[in-house]
């Protein structure tokens, strides 16, 4: 079984930065996209970043030129770097990771608070 451990959640002000990571518990073989998702209060869960095994990221358009995404794959291991964050970042961001064999697997979330 594979765990995704998140770390670097937290409050923060707007205009102000976090950086997010993601690890897997243990190497997996076959990779395709890491990345995340989130969930604010009363809204379906939605696609922030993605990265592909080969390393091109595509990001949702609220958040281009703002985050960016960042993976290493020897470490099993995926970033979120988010600057000039606003209140509407606000959710808890999930960690995914889609193996070659097509298991998906979730972190447990952490919570990103964004104070106007």
């Known amino acids: 079984q594979v765990q995704l451990v998140e770390s670097g959640g937290g409050l923060v002000q707007a205009g102000g930065s976090l950086r997010l990571s993601c690890a897997a518990s243990r190497s997996i073989f076959s990779i395709n996209g890491m990345g995340w998702y989130r969930q604010a209060p009363g809204k379906q869960r939605e696609p922030v970043a993605v990265i592909t095994s080969s390393g091109t990221p595509n990001y949702a358009d609220s958040v281009k030129g703002r985050f960016s995404i960042s993976r290493d794959n020897a470490l099993n291991t995926v970033w979120l770097q988010m600057n000039s964050l606003k209140a509407e970042d606000t959710a808890v961001y999930y960690c995914?990771?889609?193996?070659?064999?097509?298991?998906?697997?979730w972190g447990q979330g952490t919570q990103v608070t964004v104070s106007s």
């Open positions: 995914y990771l889609a193996s070659g064999y097509g298991t998906v697997y």
